[in-house]
């Protein structure tokens, strides 16, 4: 059956990596697929952030990188209010070098990634290798991989051929692939797989830096997005609670008019 119009329920049994499993049952209990980029750069505007938008998330995304104070026991209250809340934790971290490498990037370093985020974002540039070493690092943990299958910004490079070339190699690590970082839905047809797609605002529009945003209407119903991210949307909105919950509601209502043809 086409993935697209299976509800979230029925897919947590194709699923192959625990993070997905996850993610499908989290989006079924709190009826959500809403995932918060909290792009800021002091954490006490990250963690306030999640106190209020907390129960309307799926997922979190960071960017540890950019955070100016970051200490130890910023992850540790991060953990702890995706426990209260039942939400997971994306880093997006995009890496892109050669397994060795990217296995040391994961777990050592200031930010330690591996121990604290549940899935992170990972380019198949490199080529296999990089897929290898961190299902080496992920040994037995229930920890997820998104693989950038596409890219929202205008002018990106991914071709057809990449695209095709990224979810094949994608199939040969089953069980930590929780799914593809893409903007269309004829770029994998696995049902178990979550389709997550950036470049989201309530209006088409551009920043100044070539992103490009489609409506919740077009990136669900059309394109088949499983796990919508929403960053500025919501952050630079007056009142981001109140924001949070207007994309919850708009992207849940497009799921919902998908999944019923
Ligand atoms: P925005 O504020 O909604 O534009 O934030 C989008 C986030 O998603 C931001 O953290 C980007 O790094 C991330 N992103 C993206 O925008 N487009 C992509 O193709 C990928 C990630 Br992959």
């Known amino acids: 059956m086409e993935r697209v ?69 910023f992850v540790v209250r991060l953990k702890q209010l995706a426990d209260r809340f039942n939400f997971l934790i994306l880093e997006d971290r995009k890496y892109a070098d050669i397994g060795h490498t990217v296995s040391l990037q994961y777990s050592k370093g200031l930010y330690k990634i591996g121990e604290w985020a549940d899935c992170v974002t990972v380019h198949s540039l490199p080529g296999e290798g ?70 989201v605002q309530l209006e088409c529009s551009k920043d100044d830096f070539g992103q490009i945003y489609k409506t919740p209407e077009k990136v669900v119903v059309e394109n088949g997005a499983d796990v919508i991210v929403v960053g500025r949307g919501i952050t630079a909105a007056k009142n981001p609670e109140v924001q949070a919950v207007a994309y919850k509601d708009a992207l849940w209502k497009c799921y919902i008019k998908r999944i019923s043809g």
């Open 5 to 73: 119009i299976l509800p979230y329920e029925k897919r947590i049994d194709f699923a192959t990596n625990l993070v997905a499993r996850q993610l499908f049952n989290i989006m079924a209990t709190k009826k959500t697929n809403l995932c918060l980029s909290a792009d800021l750069t002091m954490t006490t505007g990250i963690l306030d952030l999640l106190e209020k938008v907390g129960e309307h998330i799926c997922m979190v995304k960071t960017h540890i990188d950019i955070i100016d104070d970051f200490r130890d026991d």
């Open 130 to 199: 990089i897929l290898k070493a961190l299902n080496g690092s992920m040994n037995c943990i229930t920890k997820g991989v998104f693989l950038l299958a596409e890219m929202s910004s205008e002018g990106n490079l991914i071709t057809q051929q990449y695209k095709q070339e990224t979810v094949s190699m994608a199939s040969k690590y089953a069980n930590i692939i929780t799914g593809f970082v893409c903007q269309n839905k004829d770029t994998f047809q696995n049902p178990g797989l979550i389709q997550l797609t950036p470049g």
